[in-house]
């Protein structure tokens, strides 16, 4: 570190830092438009990512003195609230620091700027201080020392910010903008999605992982993956002496209590004496130093998971990810966690960040605080997708967005109310009835079963109580209201007709999900029946309980055809996800309501409340465009058959079974899927099944009826 560099000073006016390369003369035509050199042409080694030959020298290629430029100019701006002294440190490869104050030439307000040039700067990592206290910068780009999964079990690992200089080859990628009402979402955990050995992958619990996925995840036709916390955190919780998590550390793995600058001094509050009595717990009991699977904590929002990344810089194993994922028409929506504490501003800038240097197309907000306005307000954010949990009313005028509709929020108490329908509770029809139609004009609602908290949707119908002893908290942590039934046993059984009943129900709960208007969303390995094995809260679970098993059977694929069907039906068929909310009216006075409701006679549905049953028509003639199918959808959530009147149709229409829930999938028999002449039919306990109109062509000797998709019942 004897290097010398250009200290100078300047009054920044927002904190970060920020990094300008030079290359020597005979590298002037590599320049890109914006005046910076290009040092990394990383779209070679984004190919290699994508062929599956990635290798961790790549990035040490790209590394090399050849690469690096022959001067750096890099310019820090710390937002600091202290009398004490303060200012950068750069460490070298081998640890050794040197340290540059900060002056009052180069303060406005709390910010603090100092600007540093010469040759190799970039070759360090970085951290600030103030007085004794090491700070690593919250808005670092890339933070180094926490690559390896795990390896903080222990004691508190240190961190610094990566002065990263990396160049990456968008090829013209930009965010996808796919409607809302177009729209399907797919929640994963960037870990557990691949990590076990059946996913078939060769970088497991990656980005590269998802790239290797993207087969799967078009043929599955969902439109948006929406991933768990992937920004750089943490993951090993240390505890205290008595055993017990640190202050502020929930049964949910959440550390209320970090504080936003994580990295302290080395005068740590975990003394040395007590990391050894937690080295020596660890090694007699495993549950002593816990992995937050989930990353719901305080974290390093500026950077992408190093522990991630199979090629060693996060930074591109993210990029290339969302590329890829891009150019196979899926979108890229991020979840952040912020607890109380954090700034709004902070979170907008957090936001816009990943926006504009990851293409990101949406963000899913949970935490404390949240700037709904500012999110609103911000021009660079009015295409992104914001999923928050709820709004209040007096947010709606400013999250209206006439150009892109672009606000998300949680369906109200759609997956309780719906759980509890399924399984046969009663006065819930309204409930049900006003869920499966709401489609706010502000905002757009997510509509799902399931989710990375509480049960997996077929734990939902195979447990009753939830089994989270392996948590290590006496089974004390997690809801106690999952609104679930196990159809009879509880937890695994070989009993035919127990899961000829689970797989049903899992199909009816589907069918909830992808035939209410609003947007869909499937939580990774719920679409093929994946079980957590009754843990309703597997943040700790690093383990097959918390990651997805891609081993399938009969049960399994079955599961999986229904789902890849809803969905064909769905993208198909644009009445059954309007833009806009339907409103139970003929105004079109075509004879038909673009939504209507039905019962054991036509047009006359049963609201009391005692009602598990009732027939939903959605009219073709009211989407936009050319005409769609008409569809009836015939649900029954009691548990003994049920009969229900079709409404009678036009001379050159009738009625045509597509689809039941009791059916097992993929056989073609048409004479299952008949049209039906009568204007009553029955249907099955716990069943749903989805009618759709069909022209009768009226031909010499009769009518003849084009020919559908059948599928062999269940004997």
Same mark, same amino acid.
């Given at each position: 570190?004897?290097?010398?560099?250009?200290?100078?000073?300047?009054?920044?006016?927002?904190?970060?830092?920020?990094?300008?390369?030079?290359?020597?003369?005979?590298?002037?035509?590599?320049?890109n438009?914006?005046?910076?050199?290009?040092?990394?042409?990383?779209?070679?080694?984004?190919?290699?990512?994508?062929?599956?030959?990635?290798?961790?020298?790549?990035?040490?290629?790209?590394?090399?003195?050849?690469?690096?430029?022959?001067?750096?100019?890099?310019?820090?701006?710390?937002?600091?609230?202290?009398?004490?002294?303060?200012?950068?440190?750069?460490?070298?490869?081998?640890?050794?620091?040197?340290?540059?104050?900060?002056?009052?030439?180069?303060?406005?307000?709390?910010?603090y700027?100092?600007?540093?040039?010469?040759?190799?700067?970039?070759?360090?990592?970085?951290?600030?201080?103030?007085?004794?206290?090491i700070?690593?910068?919250?808005?670092?780009?890339?933070?180094?020392?926490?690559?390896?999964?795990?390896?903080?079990?222990?004691?508190?690992?240190?961190?610094?910010?990566?002065?990263s200089?990396?160049?990456?080859?968008?090829?013209?990628?930009?965010?996808?903008?796919?409607?809302?009402?177009?729209?399907?979402?797919?929640?994963?955990?960037?870990?557990?999605?691949?990590?076990?050995?059946?996913?078939?992958?060769?970088?497991?619990?990656?980005?590269?992982?998802?790239?290797?996925?993207?087969?799967?995840?078009?043929?599955?036709g969902?439109?948006?993956?929406?991933?768990?916390?992937?920004y750089?955190?943490?993951?090993?919780?240390?505890?205290?002496?008595?055993?017990?998590?640190?202050?502020?550390?929930?049964?949910?793995?959440?550390?209320?209590?970090?504080?936003?600058?994580?990295?302290?001094?080395?005068?740590?509050?975990?003394?040395?004496?007590?990391?050894?009595?937690?080295?020596?717990?660890a090694?007699?009991?495993?549950?002593?130093?816990?992995?937050?699977?989930?990353?719901?904590?305080?974290?390093?929002?500026?950077?992408?998971?190093?522990?991630?990344?199979?090629?060693?810089?996060?930074?591109?194993?993210?990029?290339?990810?969302?590329?890829?994922?891009?150019?196979?028409?899926?979108?890229?929506?991020?979840?952040?966690?912020?607890?109380?504490g954090?700034?709004?501003?902070?979170?907008?800038?957090?936001?816009?960040?990943?926006?504009?240097e990851?293409?990101?197309?949406?963000?899913?907000?949970?935490?404390?605080?949240?700037?709904?306005?500012?999110?609103?307000?911000?021009?660079?954010?009015?295409?992104t997708?914001?999923?928050?949990?709820?709004?209040?009313? *007096? !947010?709606?005028?400013?999250? @209206? %967005?006439?150009? =892109?509709?672009?606000?998300?929020?949680?369906? $109200?108490?759609? #997956?309780?109310?719906?759980?509890?329908?399924?399984?046969?509770?009663?006065?819930?029809?309204?409930?049900?009835?006003?869920y499966?139609?709401?489609?706010?004009?502000?905002?757009?609602v997510?509509?799902?079963?399931?989710?990375?908290?509480?049960?997996?949707l077929?734990?939902?119908?195979?447990?009753?109580?939830?089994?989270?002893?392996?948590?290590? *908290? !006496?089974?004390?942590?997690? @809801? %106690?209201?999952? =609104?679930?039934?196990?159809?009879?046993?509880? $937890?695994?059984? #070989?009993?035919?007709?127990?899961?000829?009943?689970?797989?049903?129900?899992?199909?009816?709960?589907?069918?909830?999900?992808?035939?209410?208007?609003?947007?869909?969303?499937?939580?990774?390995?719920?679409e093929?029946?994946?079980?957590r094995?009754?843990?309703?809260?597997?943040?700790?679970?690093?383990n097959?309980?918390?990651?997805?098993?891609?081993?399938?059977?009969?049960?399994?694929?079955?599961?999986?055809a229904?789902?890849?069907?809803?969905?064909?039906?769905?993208?198909?068929?644009?009445?059954?996800?309007?833009?806009?909310?339907l409103?139970?009216?003929?105004?079109?006075?075509?004879?038909?309501?673009?939504?209507?409701?039905?019962?054991?006679?036509?047009?006359?549905?049963?609201?009391?409340?005692?009602?598990?049953?009732?027939?939903?028509?959605?009219?073709?003639?009211?989407?936009?465009?050319?005409?769609?199918?008409?569809?009836?959808?015939?649900?029954n959530?009691?548990?003994?058959?049920?009969?229900?009147?079709?409404?009678?149709?036009?001379?050159?229409?009738?009625?045509?079974?597509?689809?039941?829930?009791?059916?097992?999938?993929?056989?073609?028999?048409?004479?299952?899927?008949?049209?039906?002449?009568?204007?009553?039919?029955?249907?099955?306990?716990?069943?749903?099944?989805?009618?759709?109109?069909?022209?009768?062509?009226?031909?010499?000797?009769?009518?003849?009826?084009?020919?559908?998709?059948?599928?062999?019942?269940?004997?």
């Amino acid at each position: 570190m004897e290097k010398k560099w250009k200290v100078m000073y300047f009054q920044p006016e927002k904190p970060g830092t920020f990094i300008e390369e030079h290359k020597g003369a005979e590298n002037k035509a590599e320049t890109n438009k914006v005046g910076k050199s290009k040092v990394v042409d990383s779209s070679a080694v984004a190919n290699k990512v994508v062929a599956n030959k990635v290798e961790t020298s790549i990035m040490e290629d790209a590394r090399s003195e050849d690469n690096r430029p022959e001067r750096s100019t890099v310019k820090f701006a710390a937002n600091l609230l202290t009398n004490e002294d303060c200012g950068v440190i750069l460490y070298d490869r081998k640890g050794a620091q040197k340290r540059f104050p900060f002056h009052e030439k180069g303060k406005r307000g709390t910010l603090y700027g100092l600007e540093l040039q010469g040759e190799g700067i970039t070759d360090r990592t970085y951290n600030f201080y103030e007085g004794n206290q090491i700070i690593t910068d919250p808005y670092a780009k890339e933070v180094h020392g926490l690559e390896k999964w795990g390896a903080g079990r222990t004691r508190k690992r240190k961190t610094y910010g990566v002065l990263s200089w990396q160049d990456f080859d968008w090829q013209d990628d930009k965010p996808l903008m796919i409607p809302l009402e177009d729209s399907i979402f797919y929640g994963l955990n960037v870990r557990a999605f691949t990590m076990h050995k059946s996913s078939g992958v060769k970088d497991r619990g990656t980005f590269e992982g998802i790239v290797e996925k993207i087969p799967y995840l078009k043929e599955l036709g969902i439109t948006a993956v929406e991933l768990m916390p992937c920004y750089e955190y943490d993951e090993c919780m240390i505890e205290d002496r008595k055993g017990e998590m640190p202050e502020g550390q929930d049964n949910a793995g959440i550390n209320t209590s970090l504080p936003l600058h994580p990295e302290d001094s080395d005068e740590t509050a975990f003394s040395d004496v007590f990391l050894k009595q937690t080295a020596v717990k660890a090694g007699d009991r495993h549950e002593a130093v816990r992995l937050n699977c989930w990353g719901f904590q305080k974290g390093f929002y500026f950077s992408p998971k190093a522990a991630y990344s199979a090629v060693g810089s996060p930074v591109i194993s993210f990029k290339n990810m969302v590329r890829e994922l891009h150019k196979n028409g899926i979108e890229v929506i991020v979840q952040f966690y912020f607890p109380e504490g954090i700034r709004q501003l902070y979170m907008l800038d957090v936001v816009k960040h990943w926006v504009l240097e990851y293409h990101i197309d949406g963000v899913r907000i949970n935490g404390f605080g949240i700037p709904v306005r500012l999110l609103a307000e911000e021009p660079v954010l009015k295409n992104t997708k914001i999923w928050c949990e709820s709004y209040r009313d *007096e !947010d709606l005028p400013y999250i @209206t %967005n006439p150009v =892109f509709k672009n606000f998300i929020a949680n369906n $109200g108490n759609f #997956r309780n109310d719906m759980r509890r329908f399924l399984k046969g509770d009663a006065n819930l029809m309204n409930q049900v009835v006003y869920y499966q139609r709401r489609n706010p004009a502000a905002y757009g609602v997510v509509n799902y079963m399931a989710d990375y908290d509480g049960f997996s949707l077929y734990d939902s119908v195979s447990y009753g109580n939830k089994h989270n002893e392996a948590n290590g *908290e !006496d089974n004390r942590d997690g @809801t %106690n209201d999952n =609104f679930s039934w196990n159809c009879g046993v509880e $937890g695994h059984t #070989r009993r035919k007709a127990v899961l000829s009943l689970r797989q049903t129900q899992i199909k009816n709960a589907l069918s909830f999900v992808l035939l209410s208007q609003g947007i869909p969303f499937i939580f990774s390995g719920d679409e093929f029946g994946a079980t957590r094995n009754g843990n309703n809260n597997c943040y700790c679970q690093d383990n097959e309980t918390g990651w997805i098993n891609w081993k399938k059977n009969s049960f399994a694929n079955e599961i999986l055809a229904y789902v890849r069907f809803l969905v064909h039906l769905r993208r198909k068929h644009p009445i059954l996800h309007m833009k806009d909310e339907l409103k139970i009216m003929d105004y079109k006075g075509c004879g038909f309501p673009d939504l209507s409701y039905h019962g054991t006679e036509a047009w006359r549905p049963d609201f009391s409340y005692i009602s598990q049953v009732i027939g939903i028509v959605l009219c073709g003639q009211y989407a936009p465009g050319q005409e769609d199918d008409s569809f009836y959808i015939a649900c029954n959530m009691h548990w003994t058959p049920h009969k229900l009147a079709l409404p009678k149709l036009g001379k050159d229409k009738s009625w045509t079974k597509i689809a039941d829930t009791t059916f097992v999938w993929g056989q073609d028999v048409d004479e299952h899927n008949h049209i039906q002449d009568s204007s009553i039919i029955t249907i099955n306990g716990r069943n749903i099944a989805i009618f759709k109109t069909e022209k009768i062509i009226v031909q010499r000797g009769g009518p003849k009826r084009t020919p559908v998709r059948g599928r062999r019942q269940k004997k």
